[in-house]
């Protein structure tokens, strides 16, 4: 089973996309929003290398772009 982690922030009309496709879905995801939690935006510009959202998390492989992101959560879920 892969870990997966979405960073994203409330506003973000793509973040809002990739959780809307989200909802209804028994995807087992971890949520982190980055304007609310000092350590998931720490954590996304040390690994990931910059601030963009969305973020997909998988197993700490990072995933940009909302429809890359629910393409591969369609593919892989």
């Not at 000092?38 to 510009?45: C, G, Q, S």
């Amino acid at each position: 089973m892969k870990k997966l982690v979405l960073y994203y922030f409330e506003g973000c009309p793509f973040c809002n996309k990739v959780r809307k496709f989200l909802e209804g879905k028994s995807i087992n995801i971890t949520y982190k929003n980055i304007h609310t939690d000092d350590e998931a935006y720490n954590t996304l510009i040390k690994i990931g290398g910059k601030s963009q959202v969305p973020c997909l998390f998988i197993n700490d492989n990072p995933l940009y772009e909302s429809e890359a992101i629910i393409t591969w959560l369609k593919n892989n879920s």
